[in-house]
């Protein structure tokens, strides 16, 4: 029996033309508005979700639950993932052949919003592994944005084959040092430090000193990607190295425990006295704050997108446990109050998504503004959602099985890497300074 209100069957009794400005669609909630994505984005959102639903997703809670290895040790599951990841393009969907899998359809439209649609996708079915591959393709970036085509080729091209050879070849990216988190991701704060990690000119390179800590993929990876102070200067001569970590003097100090994201490891790295030859430089010397600052700018949105994804999964967790979980007779989803927190859910999720993808969509530049309020605005609505989702499930939410523990465990972590939330406002804020310190900007509003 149709309920005579509802919008559905009304709908339907329009006439024809009417019908042409109204619908309600049965689609899957996430799935609609991807239907107007550019074609060549549809597809890359589309194997995307294959591959995070074939391989990545049935992996999550047990890497979670696994023990935590020593340094450069990595559970069998990870090495096939990461394997099957540089075989199927994952590794290397940023660049076109030869030297990446992108097809020359998707560089029509900004790299970034690529990758935020993936990292959606990825971050759905598990933080851990997403961050594993995230991490690879942040310690690219400042190659890529130094614009050297002569480094990109040399340096890329071997990565990519050794990935589709199935022999990963990880990257990762190395800012942060025991003494420096924001410092290194905050104009203020970069002023005053002296730089750890300190390069020493001898003949034929660098010789590079000091730790990094924090750092994503650091213990799996053979070539880092490290930003180091040059010898007696201050943090204005940072200068980004290309550094193989076969060298000697490269050693994984220790890898962090840490409460979310567990299938990545975060890595000290100590080094002493490794050898970086002149060619590794990227970008030229005294470039390193420049290239810091580009990398993050396109970094953070994709962040926002991780977000995105955790919100994602929490909604549907919260879903399925309405409709199946009974509390006086009947399922829990009949009852209004839950209904209102299911749509508040809902509205924040493809708010932040609509925020995120509204700006990647115009990103061939990324603007620093945008890029931090989408990192902070989007992260610290998604935990929210996280939580009303455990507010939701009671004391079921408390339970590993439930997966909703561990997502908002996962999203957490979203609000401290590439400068936490509060580094990301005071980031917006520099930014705009120039109009808002100009006493003639705001004259006439
Ligand atoms: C899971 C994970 C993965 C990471 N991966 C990487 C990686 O791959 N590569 C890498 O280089 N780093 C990585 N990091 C490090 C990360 O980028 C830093 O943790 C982050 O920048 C914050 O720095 P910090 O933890 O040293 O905090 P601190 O700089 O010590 O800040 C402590 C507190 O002070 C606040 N604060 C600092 N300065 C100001 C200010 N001027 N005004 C107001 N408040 C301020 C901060 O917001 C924070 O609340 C990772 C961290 C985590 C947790």
């Known amino acids: 029996m149709h309920d005579p209100l509802s919008p559905r069957w009304q709908f339907d009794a329009l006439p024809l033309l009417g019908r042409c400005f109204t619908t309600y669609p049965q689609a899957d909630l996430w799935e609609r508005d991807t239907a107007n994505l550019p074609a060549p984005l549809r597809k890359v959102r589309r194997r995307a979700r294959e591959f995070a639903e074939q391989h990545i997703e049935p992996l999550s809670a047990s890497m979670d639950l696994a023990p935590h290895l020593p340094p450069g040790q990595a559970h069998p599951e990870v090495l096939a993932l990461l394997q099957r990841a540089g075989r199927e393009g994952w590794l290397s969907y940023f660049l076109p052949a030869p030297i990446g899998s992108a097809s020359w359809a998707t560089l029509t439209q900004p790299l970034v919003w690529q990758c935020c649609l993936v990292v959606e996708e990825f971050s759905r079915a598990c933080g851990g592994l997403m961050l594993l591959l995230s991490a690879h393709h942040l310690g690219t970036m400042p190659l890529l944005l130094s614009g050297d085509l002569g480094l990109i080729w040399r340096l890329l091209r071997p990565v990519y084959?050794?990935?589709?050879?199935?022999?990963?070849?990880?990257?990762?990216?190395?800012?942060?040092?025991?003494?420096?988190?924001?410092?290194?991701?905050?104009?203020?704060?970069?002023?005053?430090?002296?730089?750890?990690?300190?390069?020493?000119?001898?003949?034929?390179?660098?010789?590079?000193?000091?730790?990094?800590?924090?750092?994503?993929?650091?213990?799996?990876?053979?070539?880092?990607?490290?930003?180091?102070?040059?010898?007696?200067?201050?943090?204005?001569?940072?200068?980004?190295?290309?550094?193989?970590?076969?060298?000697?003097?490269?050693?994984?100090?220790?890898?962090?425990?840490?409460?979310?994201?567990?299938?990545?490891?975060?890595?000290?790295?100590?080094?002493?006295?490794?050898?970086?030859?002149?060619?590794?430089?990227?970008?030229?010397?005294?470039?390193?704050w420049a290239l810091n600052r580009a990398t993050l700018n396109a970094s953070r949105m994709p962040v926002a997108s991780m977000g995105v994804g955790f919100a994602r999964a929490a909604t549907e967790v919260a879903v399925a446990f309405a409709r199946n979980y009974k509390l006086g007779g009947k399922p829990l989803i009949h009852y209004q109050e839950v209904q209102l927190q299911l749509a508040q859910m809902v509205a924040e999720t493809r708010a932040i998504r609509s925020m995120v993808w509204q700006e990647a969509r115009h990103a061939w530049r990324p603007r620093q503004l945008m890029a931090s309020a989408c990192k902070f605005h989007a992260t610290d609505r998604a935990q929210n959602v996280c939580e009303m989702a455990l507010d939701l499930l009671g004391d079921h939410g408390a339970a590993h099985e439930a997966r909703i523990e561990r997502i908002l465990r996962d999203v957490r972590l979203t609000r401290i890497f590439e400068g936490t939330n509060q580094i990301n406002r005071l980031s917006l804020i520099e930014d705009w300074q120039p109009q808002l310190l100009d006493a003639h900007h705001f004259a006439g509003v």
């Open 161 to 288: 084959q050794a990935c589709q050879a199935g022999d990963p070849h990880l990257m990762a990216f190395a800012i942060t040092e025991p003494g420096a988190g924001s410092d290194a991701e905050d104009g203020h704060g970069a002023a005053l430090y002296r730089p750890g990690v300190v390069a020493k000119p001898v003949d034929g390179g660098w010789l590079l000193s000091g730790r990094k800590c924090y750092i994503s993929g650091g213990d799996l990876a053979r070539s880092v990607t490290v930003f180091a102070a040059l010898q007696g200067e201050g943090m204005a001569s940072w200068t980004c190295f290309h550094v193989d970590t076969a060298q000697s003097g490269f050693k994984v100090a220790r890898t962090e425990l840490k409460m979310g994201m567990r299938a990545s490891g975060a890595a000290e790295l100590e080094l002493t006295d490794v050898f970086v030859p002149h060619d590794r430089v990227v970008g030229g010397l005294r470039q390193g």
